[in-house]
């Protein structure tokens, strides 16, 4: 059965493999962004509509009288985001799918694996609480209106041009250059990391399925190294032996700001997951890419695109303050 399926968004690490996977599968594929040229490319056949997504004047022209059997949204982040969007799908869509996070699962977890009735609680990022508080509006409108709202919760998911370490690429140039890498806590937190290509075959399965309206869908893999491992597979892949200094989370936040929030909020604590409801949906979801070798095709396409290698000078310093301080 094909569907016509709109993609709010389309460029990103996870919505790119699902538009993909979507084409492939025969799905006739609408995608709504920018229009900007992206290391994503989308596949031949694809409907583009251009419109900024913050302008809801330019989405309502973009789209027209359009009306689809699935609404994927990727770019909604507030309620201010959510609340047009309710509105403007409301009769014109059977499913209108909005990607939450499972940072919004309760921080620390009282138990693991998390599952989809795992609290929604994170006290300490922002980020997390808009997106618990976009589920609470769209929970509402399902609940008062029929609106027929679907939410999914991926984790880390990366694909072949993203990194999950503190530093990025300013990290494996400090392992190729034979300089310690700062790795938070004592490095044996779990943490769950889903490649696209594997988030895509459960997102994609999910969608223009009427039963899962009015229902939360947890996407990961069940690939969950600790924060050493992650290290040290790109470190080998980088042909680079992995020098491993371990700071305080909390002495991390301080130093870089900027990460504090994703850290503490989220990183820190291992988060292990239950996908058991979502397979029961979409059997064929699985993990074809677990992180070690997931880790090899990063490197493999960072070494393709030499353009993609970039240090960030302040943070290899600041890198190179904690390892002295822990390291005195």
Not at 106 to 121: F, G, N, W
Not at 125 to 138: G, T
Not at 189 to 205: E, I, K, N, R
Not at 294 to 319: I, T
Request: charged residues 20%; hydrophobic residues 40%.
């Amino acid at each position: 059965m094909t569907s016509r399926i709109l993609f709010i968004g389309g460029s990103g690490i996870i919505s790119a493999a699902s538009v993909r996977l979507a084409v492939e599968l025969g799905h006739t594929v609408t995608v709504l962004n920018r229009g900007r040229t992206s290391i994503r490319p989308l596949p031949s056949g694809v409907e583009v509509l251009v419109a900024d997504v913050r302008d809801q004047q330019s989405v309502d022209e973009a789209l027209g009288d359009r009306e689809f059997d699935a609404v994927a949204q990727f770019l909604a982040f507030t309620t201010d985001h959510v609340q047009p969007d309710i509105q403007r799908f409301a009769g014109r869509t059977g499913q209108y799918v909005f990607i939450s996070s499972a940072s919004a699962y309760q921080k620390p977890p009282a138990s693991v694996p998390v599952t989809e009735s795992t609290p929604l609680k994170n006290p300490f990022w922002q980020y997390s609480r808009d997106k618990i508080a976009c589920e609470d509006l769209l929970v509402a409108a399902y609940r008062d209106a029929d609106f027929p709202a679907v939410i999914v919760r991926p984790s880390h998911t990366y694909d072949d041009t993203t990194l999950p370490t503190l530093g990025g690429w300013t990290d494996i140039a400090r392992m190729r250059a034979g300089k310690p890498v700062v790795v938070h806590g004592d490095g044996t937190t779990q943490w769950t990391l889903t490649h696209s290509d594997d988030f895509a075959v459960g997102f994609v399965g999910l969608l223009d399925r009427p039963e899962t309206i009015g229902n939360a869908y947890t996407i990961t893999g069940e690939s969950a190294p600790t924060w050493d491992q992650v290290y040290t597979w790109l470190g080998k892949a980088a042909g680079a032996s992995a020098d491993l200094v371990h700071v305080a989370s909390e002495t991390i936040a301080a130093a870089l700001p900027d990460r504090g929030d994703g850290l503490i909020g989220d990183k820190a604590h291992s988060m292990l997951f239950d996908t058991t409801k979502l397979r029961r949906i979409v059997p064929e979801f699985t993990t074809t890419i677990p992180y070690a070798v997931g880790a090899r095709r990063v490197l493999a396409w960072y070494d393709a695109h030499p353009d993609a290698q970039q240090v960030d000078a302040e943070l290899d310093a600041a890198f190179d303050r904690l390892v002295t301080a822990a390291r005195p």
